[in-house]
């Protein structure tokens, strides 16, 4: 299986729109990684 990895910096209010765009253009899966999370931890 074939797949690319792309990196994409956003604000957080952007990321759901980011993830609908690249599913729209063909993306199986996104993976978000937020550094706020380690945060919270």
Known sequence: MKWS?????????AVEPVCHILHEAGASGVVIEDPADLVKL
């Not at 990895?5 to 209010?13: G, K």
């Open 5 to 13: 990895e792309v990196s994409v910096h956003t604000t957080q209010e």
